[in-house]
DNA sequence: CTAGTCACTTGCATAATGATAGTTACCAGG
DNA sequence: CCTGGTAACTATCATTATGCAAGTGACTAG
């Protein structure tokens, strides 16, 4: 019973974790877009050992996000190309690498992305695509969406969205029934 | 000895997720950028058994990701809120969100991001802070950095940056050895 | 007919996870 | 003072995932 599901969740995030969130999957997701099909070249790049390159294989497979192809019947062999869905998978991977340039490569970058053709390096954000305004900053949300039931409402509704509609951003956060509690007696 | 650590490879992604990469983390993450700091707050939205929380707040806090904030000392009351490094890992749960909404979320979005004014639901999308152009479609490559290492070079000469400057994209990726071997007897 | 490649599978030790049950430190009510 | 409650954990222990080493099956090259 160990490793609890994150499937039922309603959070899309939760979701997501659920089909890619184990350990060597989003690597392996990302060798995949650096163009790498076959087994062996997954076990090369990643150092990861045969049988666990087998089980995530299997899991991103089941999940839709790489297809299984048999490319040569006499001697069976096989490729796993990305789906729709592991191409779309794309965004993730990109912000995770300027995160982790960012914040983790003291000897500056090892990888990014550059354009092809001029070879300048991009500065990667997040931008709503019809208004180019960036997601990242307060004037973004999160929201309960069409599909929402009553519990994801409620907690959002203690988050961000409910302080932006409440009005007052302080008053609800940092000032919840214990803290005043506790301040009475220092 | 279990759990290998990603930490020593020069790949951003595996460093990002070397912090961030195991079974809860993003999800705390994701609900501190909603604006929970407590233990109990992360508690019952996770469902989370306490002592696991304990040791993933105390990763992300060794991490930098989290600070742990001692809020009152006679009840001894702390509260986890994100660091600088924390809150610029937004783009990275706003992706993930957006990739769950597409195509985890048969019955619809129940969560998205919408702007605060207008209350439109945005449309992420990974753009160059630059030129505003998508960093996913083909405009854009990976490539080694300045930092990037032989082991480094070598692997991404054999991926897309490498295809990108030979030129023959198909050529040099379809047509590996063993492909043409197994081929041959077909 | 020996050596080698590709794509796995099996077995076993170890480490991470999850559920449940404490623990510590305080406050409030009767 | 005793009971009950909250906040933030720690401890124990069964279960499960991970990692290593080794082996297998189906070929192919020499």
């Excluded at 490319?71 to 990305?82: A, C, D, F, G, H």
């Excluded at 990667?124 to 949300?141: C, I, Q, S």
């Amino acid at each position: 019973m160990k490793h609890k599901s994150f499937g039922k969740m309603q959070c899309p995030v939760a979701r997501s974790l659920e089909r890619v969130g184990e350990w060597w999957s989003m690597l392996i997701i990302r060798d995949a877009l650096h163009g790498l099909t076959r087994f062996d070249q997954f076990e090369e790049s990643l150092g990861i050992a045969p049988n666990m390159l087998t089980r995530r294989l299997g899991a991103l497979v089941k999940a839709g996000v790489l297809e299984k192809r048999r490319y040569s019947e006499r001697p069976p062999r096989n490729e796993y190309v990305l789906t729709e869905r592991g191409r779309d998978f794309k965004p993730v991977i990109v912000a995770m690498q300027s995160w982790g340039n960012r914040h983790f490569a003291p000897e500056g970058a090892s990888v990014l992305l550059v354009h092809a053709k001029t070879g300048a390096a991009a500065d990667p954000v997040m931008v709503d695509r019809k208004t180019g305004r960036p997601l990242t900053g307060p004037e973004y949300v999160v929201a309960p969406g069409p599909a929402a039931g009553e519990g994801t409402r409620r907690k959002l509704e203690a988050s961000a969205w409910g302080r932006a509609h409440v009005g007052n951003l302080r008053a609800s956060q940092s000032e919840s029934r214990s803290i005043r509690k506790a301040r009475v007696r220092s």
